[in-house]
């Protein structure tokens, strides 16, 4: 898979060309590029940003540069990820999704955004996604494609040793939380592991950790366990 970022701060992904999520890029699982939105613009200053039209507050970021970073690094097999907090929620569904794709291009936006004809025209020339990790504001979509990218690069073929921890990890199937974990020693600071787990009673684990995983996600996540859509496929929509 290759990698491409675009953003006014590449410095935010240095970490990644050294060293992807640990091994990725040792292994040869992916290539990492990074681009400095600066770097396709041709005035002094080197602008990104402007005001709005039809006022308001902050700046919006210009479309000529993007459109030039897109003219080097667009094909039509690309996928092109905008981070925004107004994008699609980002889960592991979507994380999935992504591995699938041969070219991800993450497009990060600050200040209040970027024009949306630099939206427009990636759609006319990739396919596009707006993400967002959250309902919550980061200064910039740096961040969020990190955590993007940590996401996605760990399900690629070849990443993961151990396909089982995968399966049972958090969100990746049945939807609910994972399970508390201990391992030795039995006893530390007066907590002690639950004598279920050193019972060597493999069937009466399983029960426990199941149970344990439900009223996990009763208590932080009740959305996980509530129906979404009623029998029928009719969505639920809920007042928040
Ligand atoms: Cl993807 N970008 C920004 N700027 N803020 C966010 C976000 C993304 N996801 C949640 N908040």
Redesign the pocket.
């Known amino acids: 898979m290759r990698l491409d970022y675009v953003s006014i701060f590449p410095d935010f992904f240095s970490p990644l060309e050294l060293s992807l999520p640990g091994k990725a890029a040792a292994k040869g699982l992916v290539d990492v590029h990074v681009h400095d939105l600066r770097g396709y613009t041709h005035d002094r200053h080197r602008t990104v940003d402007d005001t709005p039209y039809g006022g308001g507050a902050g700046m919006v970021m210009k479309p000529e540069p993007w459109g030039e970073a897109f003219d080097d690094l667009l094909a039509p097999t690309t996928t092109v990820v905008f981070?925004?907090?107004s994008?699609e929620p980002?889960d592991q569904r979507l994380a999935a999704e992504l591995a699938t794709r041969e070219h991800l291009v993450f497009a990060c936006?600050r200040y209040e955004g970027i024009d949306q004809r630099v939206v427009d025209h990636a759609r006319e020339r990739a396919e596009v996604r707006e993400?967002?990790?959250?309902?919550?504001?980061?200064?910039?979509?740096e961040v969020?494609?990190l955590a993007i990218t940590e996401a996605v690069v760990r399900l690629l073929p070849g990443f993961m040793g151990n396909a089982e921890s995968l399966a049972e990890e958090s969100h990746a199937d049945g939807g609910l939380l994972e399970y508390p974990v201990y391992t030795k020693p039995p006893e530390w600071r007066g907590h002690e592991v639950p004598a279920v787990l050193r019972s060597g009673d493999h069937a009466r684990v399983a029960a426990w950790r199941h149970e344990q995983a439900v009223r996990r996600t009763a208590e932080r996540r009740p959305d996980l366990l509530t129906p979404s859509v009623l029998d029928d496929g009719t969505p639920i929509v809920r007042a928040t």
């Open positions: 981070t925004t907090p994008g980002f936006g993400i967002s990790l959250g309902d919550y504001v980061l200064n910039g979509g969020a494609a």
